[in-house]
């Protein structure tokens, strides 16, 4: 998600402060254990070219998900068509082969499971890799710890056994687990993998630490060796840094991990009028986006934006066209597709 519980509520200036420490926490000795020879699912990242699908409600509920362009009413049929039409629009708008979806007890252990999995199903038969990802709730359920243990288990039971045997289908166990130590983290990442040891390593996306924000802790886990990385980073994390800034604020957050890592979250204002296509080093916004994108592609990473579509969002590349019942996307900012295309490998560098 965009909005940080603990960050966004906060000053632009606290915000960077707190983020300025998060960096500086993996910045030392952290960086200095992380083995080169912890990475490597051998196919790397830069298969993954993707956007998050959202909730109005930035994925946080203590109810069902009803992602962007669907409802809860919907039957799997009419889920599934929905997702199908969804899904078609962000290959042909983007160039997208992969999405990112959220999960959520309530949604798994309750009726509207069964239409739901219309969304998973209908990516996966496009050929869309599909990322499913658990999100904790609202109020005050939004602490970055998994919201309730006896119904987590069972939610992800019930996922592993719909889709282990779909190989376009990979497990995210927890989004941004700030309220986690770094070790406690890694402790419930391992006993993820553990419970699900006939999941192939290389189908499941451990979260970096606290809010994404940096890889190298379970990187350096031997535990954790032969599964992805997600990393998130935003641009409303700082007031204003120049493009070299944003390159080196991204790069102390993956250390020597860029081979098994996706930035499976990151994203700047769409609708806003800005030009990401044209350097404008007095803009902090073009030059994080420049940064990343210009990154992810030296590094060869793969990166799934936020959001490819969540409704009533400024980030949002993507908006919802067309009658309810048979949904179209049109793109919100060309320039900021031009960029996401650019980190995957496609496209133009940017105008001086």
């Not at 402790?187 to 993998?193: N, Q, R, S, T, V």
């Not at 070299?244 to 250390?255: H, M, S, Y």
């Not at 067309?322 to 980190?343: C, E, I, V, Y």
Request: hydrophobic share 40%; aromatic share 12%.
């Amino acid at each position: 998600m965009r909005k940080s519980p603990a960050i966004a509520s906060l000053s632009p200036r606290v915000r960077a402060a707190l983020v300025a420490v998060a960096v500086a926490a993996v910045s030392g000795t952290t960086l200095a254990a992380t083995p080169a020879s912890a990475a490597a699912p051998a196919t790397g990242t830069t298969q993954f070219k993707g956007v998050n699908w959202a909730d109005p409600r930035d994925n946080f509920a203590d109810d069902y998900l009803q992602l962007s362009g669907l409802k809860t009413t919907d039957s799997y049929k009419q889920t599934y068509a929905k997702a199908s039409r969804i899904i078609a629009a962000f290959r042909a708008n983007l160039g997208a082969n992969t999405v990112r979806l959220p999960i959520n007890r309530y949604t798994v252990n309750g009726a509207y499971w069964k239409s739901y999995r219309g969304v998973i199903d209908a990516a996966s038969d496009q050929g869309f890799k599909v990322i499913v990802s658990y999100w904790e709730g609202t109020g005050a359920q939004k602490d970055g710890f998994i919201d309730d243990e006896a119904a987590y288990w069972p939610m992800w039971n019930t996922v592993v056994k719909a889709y282990k045997n779909d190989e376009r289908v990979y497990f995210e166990p927890m989004n941004e687990p700030h309220g986690y130590t770094d070790a406690q983290w890694a402790d419930i990442a391992a006993k993820w993998l553990s419970t699900y040891s006939k999941v192939p390593r290389n189908r499941v996306f451990v979260s970096g630490a606290g809010y994404n924000d940096h890889v190298t802790s379970v990187c350096a886990d031997p535990r954790l060796k032969g599964t992805y990385l997600s990393l998130h980073h935003y641009g409303f994390w700082k007031d204003y840094a120049t493009y070299d800034q944003w390159v080196a604020d991204l790069k102390v957050r993956i250390g020597d991990c860029a081979g098994r890592t996706v930035a499976d979250e990151f994203g700047a204002p769409m609708t806003t009028g800005l030009n990401y296509d044209v350097k404008t080093p007095d803009d902090n916004f073009v030059n994080y986006v420049q940064a990343v994108t210009d990154t992810f592609r030296e590094l060869k990473m793969g990166s799934v934006y936020w959001p490819g579509l969540r409704t009533d969002d400024t980030y949002s590349l993507q908006k919802l066209v067309g009658p309810a019942d048979r949904p179209w996307l049109a793109t919100t900012n060309q320039s900021g597709a031009d960029r996401l295309a650019w980190g995957w490998g496609r496209g133009k560098p940017v105008k001086n």
